[in-house]
């Protein structure tokens, strides 16, 4: 699974201070990819997803808007793919 220091280089962070709310923040994006029925598994996409979260939690770069609806159509493509939804695969 995606680390805490994996996110902080996403949304820039170097201090460690805020290492407990960049852990809460991952926990949280891996609960709300379980309400589309996205089990969360350790590969790229699934970073890729916590990183877009975690970005717009944050508001990267003043552009939390954008990283929502990355967040939020990566998310529902996931939920979508068998591989991550508890699907047979074809």
């Keep these: 699974m995606i680390t805490v220091e994996e ?8 201090s460690s201070k805020l290492d407990d709310e960049v852990q809460s923040t991952i926990d949280a994006a891996v609960l709300d990819l379980g309400t589309a029925g996205v089990q969360a598994v350790d590969d790229a996409l699934i970073g890729q997803a916590i990183k877009q979260y975690a970005r717009w939690q944050f508001d990267y770069m003043g552009k939390a808007d954008q990283y929502q609806k990355a ?17 047979v695969k074809p």
Excluded at 75 to 84: D, G, R, T, V
């Design 71 to 87: 967040y939020v159509d990566l998310k529902s493509a996931l939920s979508l793919i068998p591989e991550y939804n508890g699907g």
């Design 7 to 14: 996110v902080k280089v996403a949304i820039r962070v170097t």
